[in-house]
């Protein structure tokens, strides 16, 4: 336990590793950042600070992170978010084929080789089997659809 008291650094580089691990399960960008402040603190420790001063620095550069960093990370790791290209938002637009009348309560339709439930949008006239309908929205499992006026 001497070495570990020794080596203060050491104490600063495994709870920075604790963070990171936290991050990799949260990714919300905070315990990263968090990670940052102790990575410094481990400098401070490693260039011959006192423990007040490992920890102020700690600090410091923890709230720098996170009140200067963490926005901008965020928002360039969050901007594409609603990206409609996977996934079934990705269906969004494309054309399906009515199975089974869609009504704004029920209905089935066969999109993207798939048969889904699907409801016709708000203010949309029910669509018959053998109609061409082209989805608005994806909730949950459910198709949101139009008449496809090609």
Do not use: C, Y
């Amino acid at each position: 336990m001497e070495w570990l008291t020794d080596n203060p650094w050491l104490v600063w580089v495994g709870v920075a590793l604790i963070l990171a691990a936290v991050e990799a399960a949260t990714v919300d960008f905070v315990f990263v950042m968090l990670a940052g402040g102790a990575l410094a603190g481990g400098l401070a420790a490693g260039l011959g600070g006192n423990a007040t001063v490992q920890v102020i620095i700690a600090i410091l550069v923890a709230g720098l992170l996170l009140f200067v960093v963490r926005p901008i990370v965020k928002r360039k790791f969050t901007q594409g978010e609603h990206d409609h290209s996977i996934g079934a938002s990705s269906l969004v637009g494309r054309e399906a084929r009515v199975l089974q009348t869609v009504t704004d309560t029920d209905g089935r339709i066969k999109l993207a080789g798939e048969t889904w439930s699907a409801r016709v949008a708000e203010g949309s006239e029910s669509l018959r089997p053998g109609d061409d309908a082209r989805v608005i929205a994806i909730h949950g499992a459910t198709a949101i659809v139009a008449a496809d006026r090609h």
